[in-house]
């Protein structure tokens, strides 16, 4: 199986290549894992069988198989039924990592599925489609999946799949700038409780994109979501490699006990599974954690248990990053001449049968083995060819950046204008009803006969009351009393201009409440607009007079602090801060370790910025790090607008 990873950002402590190798190997098993099944099958009778894919992919591709052989035998069986078997026989050999079988099943499936858009034919396509790996096919794949999706209903089980699977393979063909749009989409559209299921298997696709970003924190919050679907559903199949990706996230974040915590688990669900490859997957990171954690000795074990799978299995690459962490674990030992001899078989081709962005790290580990063994001549020609390869992945990952953050910016205008047509949309709709009630009563008035005056005095002044409503409806939100976005953008603009006309700084707060959608999940809905109208209520008790606090959107709210430099406006937004602390939840969220905190980024109108928005995008990138660095904190932006954020991080933001 060959794959191609892209994004990497050095973090954590260890050796580059050993990081390099962790997200390989997340990526491998992402293959098979984001195959889970999606679409919903026309046949009530089959739902079960549907289940246990996630549950014992071995025992559901057992039985799938031998209703295939049942029916073929029975030619009262109608082909529609035939191909469903077939669909979830194709699903259940993807997860299990048997591609050329699923591909098979699936092209069998879809001689007899017609037509295209029926549920059974789209999860044969999924089913095809993500066992591609060849740039020729998956392209192909793209250009027919874009087709079948464009005429699916918005918002149905069949989009949401079909963008689930389109934007993966996006991934595949090293085009994250358009798969962060596409999976962002079917993240959204999935919103519905109806659809949890394929909500599940969206955060997961886009916690891996995430990942090869480099974005951990952001990863990990998508596959928490996932993780929570499989334990309601006791879908250990699945649980098994979520617990693994999750594990290899946290090995790139440098969480290294934690991630051990996590490769123990998944090795335990694949042992009950009787899954050798999970296991060996598992045992492969157990290694790499043991390395990293300086405990070389202990993990040895793993990683020739792994090498010893995967070599039986015929999967080279995998049987190449067992052997470099075992030349890593050499190294250690102070074993160089074995370490360097290892190596040099992993470097027969010069990399040219490895992934062109682990291959830098490899020559570097070489270097360092060659210099142990006073061979200084190859160190330093090893040195150099690292040196000019990690330069091309550089200049790569730069331009590739660029178009992943244009590719951000395009999906946040997106969802604003969306969001500033719905507004628009709401309040003309109300607006239309507010008319045709005033139209009502001034007919009953003009029928009346009796007491004509009296009527139309109280028309005129419910007209009063309707028009003074709609201007509030207009300017203030409706839930905490506080001005709405729009509101809060005219007060800010006008902030602005008057601070700048008197040379006197404008401070801004983005604040964002933490775990909002533990909180709403844990207590309800009802809660949740409890601490929003709490927090409403003790920021009014706070402010002073041209102090201003607004809804931002959610759960995110802007403070407007003017003629107050950043020291000053510190400290009224710590007051705040200190003041959400003191919101209660009920008993059961306190006891499962919920509360309720803020965090804020701050910026100010002094540090060379000229319009609002530059202001609030330092303040938004300061938010961000307080989120990173462990939320209930207010961190200060500084000078650089080169790290700005978007709407796509806001709302994937952890609540």
Known sequence: MSISVHGLRERGRGPGWLRLFALLAGALLAFGRARADCVDLPFPDLHPLEALEDVDANHALA???????????????????????YAISAESSSILELDADARQTALRGLQLATPDDNPVSLSLLISYAETVYDTPGLKAQVDKLATVAARQPHGSPGSVCLLKTLGWLQHRLNQDDVAVGTLTNAYRDSALPAL????????????????GMGDFDQALDLMQQTLAWEQEHHAVQLLSVTRYLRGAVLLEKGDYQVALAEFDEARGLARALADQQGIAYADLRI?????????????RPSCQAAEAVFAAAGVKDLVKQARALLAHADLDAGQSAAALATLNDVLDQGGADIVPRAVPQLYELRAQANAASGNYHAAYADLREYVRRAHAVSDADRARSGSVLRARFRVDSEIERNLSLQSELRLTRES???????????????GAG???VVLLVYVLLTNLGHRRQLQRMAREDSLTRLPNRRRTAELATAALAEAMSANCPLTIALIDLDHFKLINDACGHAVGDRVLKDLATASRAMLRDGE???????????????????????????????????????????????????????????????????????????????????????????????ASTTAIRRALRAR
Not at 432 to 446: M, N
Request: aromatic share 2%; hydrophobic share 50%; proline share 2%.
């Open 450 to 452: 009796v007491g004509l």
């Open 196 to 211: 949890a299921r394929q909500r599940a298997r969206v955060a997961e696709a886009l916690a891996m994109v995430m990942d």
């Open 63 to 85: 039985k799938a198989q031998a209703l295939i052989r049942a029916a073929r035998d029975d030619h009262a069986t109608a082909a529609p039924r035939l191909a469903a078997l």
């Open 287 to 299: 290694c790499e954690a043991r390395i990293r954690l300086g405990q070389s000795a202990i993990g």
């Open 548 to 642: 201003v606090l607004g809804r931002w959107g959610g759960e995110e709210f802007l403070m407007l602090l003017p003629a107050q430099p950043l020291d000053l406006a510190l400290a009224r937004v710590e007051t705040l801060r200190a003041a959400a602390l003191e919101i209660a939840l009920p008993e059961n969220a306190r006891a499962a370790g919920l509360r309720v905190s803020l965090s804020a980024g701050m910026a100010t109108s002094y540090e060379g910025a000229s319009s609002l928005d530059e202001i609030i995008a330092r303040a938004d990138v300061a938010l961000y790090e307080a989120k990173k660095q462990g939320r209930n904190l207010v961190r200060v932006a500084d000078e650089s607008l080169q």
């Open 432 to 446: 239309s009803a507010l008319q045709r009630e005033q139209l009502q009563r001034r007919t009953e008035v003009l």
